[in-house]
């Protein structure tokens, strides 16, 4: 059985380091899946209005088709240095290197790359294949009282986030209305502090770099904090 991608991901990620880890960590990311003829008519979407959110099934497409797989992983979560086994992780390098995630949807536009369906707070990136879209049922997939293991929700209260007037500037200047949203994004990814775990190894780097869309986003760790000190683009 051979799978064909029914469309791409378009989404601020364009460097794997800094995605969230799931989705619904990161609300002020928004994106779209764009649609590949023959599914990119309206009529396959008829009811989705009726759901908040949507299961994007999707290939671990960046380094993780050509890698294969081991049978344990090291986990983020757990510092890097614990294994598990790879059907007890979420990692990407699995057998059939494909991921779900749960997405609010905000329905569907028509664009110059034809149509797209809108969706926010995801965890893939820039360009990633998806395979199919499902709507997410509640009732069935909502399993509050489910044990989660090692994956422990994340610290909701984030690590504080400043900027620097240089920064700031370039910011403003990149989006004067405040229309992409740019400093609330780059907040909310930076408070989730995207360093690897194992870099509490490392105390001596101090300074990182992620990219957002075109952005090279700098920072660095200041008592604490995340200063955001440069903005930079290509
Ligand atoms: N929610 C999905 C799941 O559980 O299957 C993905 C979880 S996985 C831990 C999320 C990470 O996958 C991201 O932080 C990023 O590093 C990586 N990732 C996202 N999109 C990818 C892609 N297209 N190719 C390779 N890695 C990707």
């Known amino acids: 059985m051979r799978f064909e991608p029914i469309g791409i991901l378009r989404s601020p990620y364009t460097d794997k380091f800094g995605i969230p880890r799931q989705p619904g960590l990161v609300t002020a990311a928004e994106g779209r899946i764009e649609l590949f003829p023959p599914y990119a008519r309206r009529e396959a979407f008829k009811g989705l209005e009726g759901f908040s959110h949507v299961w994007v099934i999707f290939l ?28 007890a992780s979420r990692a990407p390098y699995r057998p059939n290197p494909i991921g779900i995630s749960a997405v609010e949807h905000l329905g569907l536009i028509d664009g110059k790359r034809g149509l797209s369906l809108r969706i926010r707070g995801m965890d ?13 049922v509640p009732y069935a997939d909502a399993l509050p009282q489910a044990a989660s293991g090692f994956a422990t929700p994340p610290e909701m209260t984030g690590v504080d986030v400043e900027f620097s007037a240089a920064a700031m500037q370039r910011l403003r200047a990149l989006d004067p209305a405040g229309e992409r949203g740019l400093v609330e994004l780059i907040k909310q990814v930076l408070a989730q502090d995207p360093r690897p ?28 904090r995340i200063e955001v000190t440069r903005v930079e683009t290509d």
């Not at 049978?71 to 510092?79: F, Q, S, Y």
Request: glycine fraction near 12%.
């Open 197 to 224: 775990g194992y870099m509490d190894r490392y105390p001596q780097r101090t300074d990182f770099g992620l990219s957002l869309y075109e952005l090279n986003i700098r920072w660095r760790l200041k008592d604490g």
């Open 60 to 87: 671990f497409h960046q380094d993780c088709v050509t890698a294969g797989w081991r049978p344990t992983v090291r986990p983020p979560r757990l510092g890097g240095r614990e294994s598990v086994g790879v059907f």
């Open 124 to 136: 893939m990136l820039d360009g990633t294949p998806v395979l199919d879209i499902k709507p997410y």
